[in-house]
């Protein structure tokens, strides 16, 4: 049987070096969808191929790897990412945002700001901001390099005309560096303001759709709005059950089948970190008293 | 309370563990065999090797196996496997011209050259259950016919008059396009849609090849020919000067013979639509060739109005490994978006109450 062994981050070095060209390029023209030649990764397309092909590509052994998933450590995609590359790789790997050198993420930005040194790497579904208004890739290239957004404008303001706002509460357009409109991937709109001037590099990879693109360390990203109609983040207000916070997004968890709700963060990390700092919320005595059995 | 929305590493391998133990099955029932599945289930081997793109029997039985008979878990199985391999080179073009045919049929005309050869197939077979297979069974020794042999192709008797348009000629100097190692541009040439066709689902292009027969970009087709049986893989060793033969593998081809009304510049004549695949496929190589024939409409400068035409869908919805990840990408956790969208949704629901409440006394006071 025609069994093979597995390079250092499982994609072989010629494939690595395709993609760290498409990754440079996509540095150098921020905002800009570069097509790559992805390959076939042992986990299913829209399962975070992308993510996971850019993260191999810039993995060093020394680096320190933090893999989230709708701001957890603990969802299972992200179990299985991280493990993967603990196996294929052998690289140290953290729950802690300050901790890690690459963190590969899925529909959240960690709370913590992010420092210089540090790559976020998207996982992208559909990186083409302007594919629900036209399907056709031929048509939205050159929209793109003609700059032509006024379609994109046009759906924003015939939501402010039907809804008196933007409807648009995830996966948010942006523009970066003046110049390219880019879906920021599905996270919330909440996160949208920490790529605008973020110190660490973010890289996004879509692997079914062969794209990568980027935001240098320090790029200026704008959520698109009109004047009268700024944009605006939403977070539901209420503070954390678990640490207080009321700043953080969260997920709503509910509790009982008699509608009750508790709201706690949905990044882990922050959360936790905030209760070992001695923060509490109002349902904190629970998993600490867990946490002391076990 | 907050944990057990958590997805444990634990969990994950029980899952695991537990798939293993229903792969096996009632462990009283002897295990399947690699060999059983490739001499047995043959021709779902020879779809896995198709649309996984590698010749490799062993493997694609292993894959069924492991997919528990998920032919296109099995597909995508092959697929990873494919994507970490090193490529030597290309082989040169396969010559079905010289295949030795164990099927061959046309039905463009009542005898060709060579003959019409029925082969193992299907076809007029009564779909009636054959309980005699429930037992085991020993069946027929088949009646031994006519060594294999090499026979003319049905569009290169055509050819001779000039009826139907010449096969293109393969440039030699050009290297051959491939859409797993460079990405994908649209317009895309012949070589790069016959390459996803090749690899793409056989039920979508079942559907979409079905689709223009029923009039969605009707494209007159006629089998033209569908042959089976062994061709010659060679390839060009440098070090060597020459093309040396790796072996003969089964393959199938079909060649549809389509209607063509001829435009300002061209004479009318027929034209081409093909299909290639490893094994016995004739389901796949025939709607093969109808997609491939209905993608033409650019180049011969038809009106491109039906799903089949456009090749932007085609291509970029074929892949089943793709499309099963995408749809079942859906299964992963979106809590996060689901929480914009709440947000939004109460927003929106509770402007709306406020508007209706408001409209309301108005409209009392008009009474």
Known sequence: MNATTYNFAYLDEQTKRMIRRAILKAIAI???????????????????TGGVQVTASILGPDDVLKVIDQGSDDTTNAISIRKFFAKTAGVATTTSTEE????????????????????????VPIPEPLRFLEPRETETRRMHALGEYGLMHVKLYEDIARFGHIATSYAYPVKVNARYVMDPSPTPKFDNPKMDNCAALQLFGAGREKRIYAIPPHTTVVSLDFEDHPFSRYRFDAPCALCGADDSYL???????????????????????????GHHGTESAAPHKERAHG | ???????????????????????????????????????????????????GSLYDRELAA?????????????????????????????????NTGAMLVRRRISSTFKDVPGGQVLGPTFDYTHRLLDPTLAESSEPDAPVTGEPLAAMPRVTDILGQDGLIEPSPEADADAPVGDLTREPLNFPADRDLRLQNLARADEGFLLALGYSTQRGYGRSHPFAGEIRFGEVEIEFFAEDAGFAVPLGAIPMTECQMVNQFKGSATEAPCFTRGYGLAFGQSERKTMSMALVDRSLRARELSEEIKAPAQDEEFVMSHSDNVQATGFVEHLKLPHYVDFQSELGLLRKLRAEFLEAAAKAEPMQEAAE
């Open chain 2, 1 to 51: 309370m907050y944990v057990a929305v958590k997805g444990g590493e634990r969990a994950i391998e029980n899952a695991h563990r537990l798939l293993g133990h229903e792969r096996r099955g009632d462990r009283t029932v002897p295990e399947l065999s690699l060999v059983q599945i490739s001499e047995q289930l043959g021709l779902g081997v020879d779809r896995v090797m198709t649309e």
């Open chain 2, 62 to 94: 292993l894959a069924i196996k492991q997919a528990r008979g998920d032919l296109i878990e099995a597909i995508f199985l092959v697929r990873a496997f494919r994507a970490t391999l090193s490529r030597f080179g290309a082989t040169e073009p396969v």
């Open chain 1, 30 to 48: 921020p905002g800009y969808q570069v097509p790559f030649a992805s390959r076939e990764m042992p986990m299913p397309y829209g399962w975070g």
């Open chain 1, 251 to 277: 997920d709503e968890i509910v509790t009982d089948d008699r509608g009750s709700r508790m709201y706690v963060c949905s990044d882990t990390d922050y959360c936790e970190g905030r209760q070992a700092a």
């Open chain 1, 100 to 123: 890690a050198s690459v963190i590969q993420t899925r529909h959240r930005i960690p709370e913590a700001p992010l420092h210089a040194g540090q790559v976020l790497v998207y996982q």
